[in-house]
């Protein structure tokens, strides 16, 4: 595994140097005095290196989990005063001074940390990405630049044996052997150095001018980089710092895309990234910092939203997805079938990306029943296909109609056929890739029984045995091991 790591250090950094000595070609015709475009991506060999690992790592749980489940609405959103926002016609400012007293009534005394960790585990997940503080502002961790948390007298939960959620999470999930992350949000609509109560709120951004205000402004700075400091030093060694609400950002990025975020003022919110990441690695140096959709140096990975891309993208990434329809909890969720979320995993993996499977907690601190089994469906997949699916990379043309492709470092090349719902694998299917496999037998995971591999022109058919089609190792999809 050293030997392995090393070998990604040294492609990394030497494809990196080259990109470092084109990028300073073209910047050397410019003027000192002229503001880049851009901001260069990282090339600290460490954090590659660390990259590279997490891009092994290739499943992960996500935890969207707050005072908002105790009403099942969306998290934080509802109470934004944007014209999109569905109230269900209650006024603007009962609905909202209704929803920030939740913090009141937030008891979930069923919450079973170490339970939620086995269950990832056992699902075959690596890592963890839990919501320490939403848009809303409450804070799920012991924190002491605001009242607004879980450990507060305020909070029934703050009674509790172990009040800290976020302590809790970290230590379950570390135990358990995976990673953990924390999801931090940038904005905070309950901080009033962001949503000054004086003036009103029309949109998710600040609701003053920064250039106007700057003390203001700078108060909600620190407050932000205090916040975070807390995060990185005080829950031991974190891996992950996944930062959101992508409408902070320095000017430099703000791009079409990202301009309408900011609103009907337009207003530029830049919290000094720079200055927090160098304190968030004072004891973390490895660690990974994902500043969501501000494409450079703190933007180790991206993060596709509910969303699966078409191909392979030129960096690292990971589709962060909802197992429901809703990142929070609701008791009506309708949950995608295991099915689905196999297939969803075999393909993000097939197109180097990771899968970030996201379930959220409800009221009582206890996942819905029907997410449980999923997680359970997972697990009972990769046990027996995981080889296919840890630490490999992509392989052209990552895919052909129902077959995926990956390729681990040792060279072993994997044909993944997705089985619909309820269908049986075929006498024989056909499919193009750019490796060059051997005729002959071949293993399928987990079937004792072998098929076979012949090439005709550009072609390869795996023919696939009765024995193999009657009993088949697995639902949902197969892994021939083709090489």
């Not at 590659?48 to 749980?61: A, P, T, V, Y």
């Not at 969207?64 to 959103?77: A, L, M, R």
């Not at 089985?419 to 056909?430: I, M, Q, V």
């Not at 496999?437 to 023919?463: E, F, H, P």
């Amino acid at each position: 595994m050293e030997y392995l790591c090393k070998k990604q250090t040294d492609y990394i950094m030497k494809k990196t140097f080259t990109v470092i000595l084109i990028l300073f070609a073209a910047f050397t015709n410019y003027s000192q005095n002229v503001k880049p475009a851009v901001q260069l991506p990282e090339t600290d060999p460490v954090i590659l290196n660390r990259i590279s690992e997490w891009q092994d790592l290739k499943f992960g749980f996500m935890m969207h989990w707050g005072i908002y489940s105790q009403w099942g609405v969306v998290e934080s959103w509802s109470i934004c005063n944007e014209p999109w926002i569905d109230r269900g016609g209650v006024p603007y400012n009962k609905y909202v001074a209704e929803y920030q007293a939740l913090n009141k009534t937030f008891n979930p005394t069923d919450f079973d940390a170490g339970h939620i960790a086995e269950l990832a585990k056992e699902a075959g997940m690596k890592y963890v990405v839990f919501t320490t503080k939403h848009h809303d502002g409450f804070c799920m961790y012991d924190t002491k630049y605001t009242d607004y948390s879980v450990t507060d007298p305020s909070c029934p939960y703050s009674k509790h044996e172990n009040p800290d959620i976020t302590a809790d999470i970290v230590n379950a999930f570390r135990n358990n052997g995976l990673w953990t992350g924390l999801y931090f949000s940038k904005p905070d609509w309950h901080c009033p150095d962001y949503w000054a109560p004086e003036w009103a709120t029309p949109d998710r951004n600040v609701n003053y001018n920064p250039t106007t205000y700057p003390e203001r402004w700078q108060k909600y700075c620190d407050f932000t980089y205090n916040q975070i400091h807390e995060l990185t030093h005080n829950y031991g060694d974190i891996d992950i710092l996944w930062l959101d609400g992508g409408w902070i950002r320095p000017e430099w990025s703000i791009d079409d895309e990202t301009r309408e975020w900011l609103g009907c003022q337009q207003w530029v919110q830049d919290i000094d990234m720079p200055k927090i990441a160098a304190m968030a690695r004072d004891n973390n140096p490895d660690l990974i910092i994902v500043d969501r959709s501000v494409h450079g140096k703190y933007e180790n990975y991206q993060t596709p939203e509910q969303a699966i891309p078409d191909t392979l993208l030129p960096y690292p990434w990971e589709t962060c997805m909802s197992m429901g329809d809703s990142w929070s909890y609701s008791d009506k969720d309708v949950y995608k079938s295991a099915n689905k979320l196999i297939h969803n995993l075999v393909d993000i993996v097939a197109k180097g990306g990771n899968y970030l499977l996201n379930v959220g907690p409800g009221p009582d601190g206890r996942l819905h029943p029907t997410a449980v089994q999923r997680l359970h469906d997972i697990g009972k997949w990769m046990k027996v296909n995981g080889q296919a699916i840890y630490s490999t990379r992509p392989l052209y043309p990552y895919c052909d109609g129902k077959v995926r492709f990956t390729n681990s470092k040792d060279g072993h090349v994997y044909a993944i056929y997705l089985l619909d719902e309820g269908e049986t694998l075929p006498e024989y299917f056909d499919f193009k890739c750019s490796s060059n496999l051997k005729n002959g037998q071949i293993k399928v995971m987990g079937a004792s029984a072998k098929a076979t591999i012949k090439k005709t022109d550009d072609t390869y058919r795996i023919t696939v045995p009765a024995k193999l089609r009657q009993n088949p190792p697995c639902e949902n999809a197969i892994v021939f091991i083709c090489k």
